[in-house]
């Protein structure tokens, strides 16, 4: 597409509230702000492994207007804990806008990303269900516990998220240090309260990260 009728075309694009709920829970999880311009833009970068091809397909209809190019499929050397390897990553980028600006202004200091002290006013079912989508998991069959994997973060931002979470919904966490950061679980004594908040927004494709009784 010519240069000028991107431009054009950009100008015109405005964030949806839903695309910035979806563009909450992307940041909180795997979803990550570039900019080529010193900060005057950012574009979202979107990339997960090809069994989440339903996941990023279905981002992809949700932020469609800002897309130029469709998802592709890219082979990426990849280092996760002690494992490496190649694998097949599936991907997409948005076009560069300021509209995304606010956003990386908030959960980016020094390039490391880092949560909102506002966060609780961000946090929605559906910014809460992508999140999940992204970086949430089950502990094992054997259980019902729920854990978000939030190794990225610092110990500050883990606080923030678990008050966010506890005064804003009503779910109790605790979190875990690892070697390579922290993980927040979720208390079975709220995991109901969790399980009706997000359940109508996680994709049959990605069930497989909740418990069967949900």
Request: hydrophobic share 40%; with cysteine.
């Amino acid at each position: 597409m010519h240069s000028k009728i991107i431009e054009a075309h950009k100008k015109k694009l405005k964030l949806s509230n839903r695309q910035k709920e979806i563009l909450i829970g992307k940041l909180l999880g795997d979803g990550h702000l570039e900019t080529k311009d010193c900060g005057r833009t950012y574009r979202l970068k979107i990339e997960h492994s090809l069994k989440q091809k339903e996941y990023v397909d279905w981002l992809y209809r949700e932020f469609k207007v800002w897309v130029l190019t469709p998802p592709q499929v890219r082979r990426r050397f990849v280092v996760w804990r002690t494992l490496a390897g190649e694998y097949d990553k599936y991907w997409f980028n948005t076009l560069s806008s300021g509209s995304f600006r606010f956003y990386a202004h908030q959960f980016y200091k020094e390039r490391k990303k880092i949560v909102p002290r506002f966060i609780k006013k961000l946090l929605t079912p559906l910014a809460l269900a992508v999140w999940f989508m992204d970086d949430g998991s089950i502990k094992s069959k054997a259980h019902q516990t729920v854990f978000l994997n939030t190794h990225g973060f610092d110990a500050k931002s883990i606080k923030l998220l678990q008050d966010a979470l506890l005064e804003k919904f009503g779910i109790k966490t605790t979190k875990r240090k690892e070697k390579c950061g922290w993980q927040i679980y979720l208390l079975s004594e709220t995991i109901n309260r969790f399980a009706v908040i997000i359940k109508s927004h996680i994709l049959a494709s990605m069930r497989y990260k909740i418990p069967k009784n949900w």
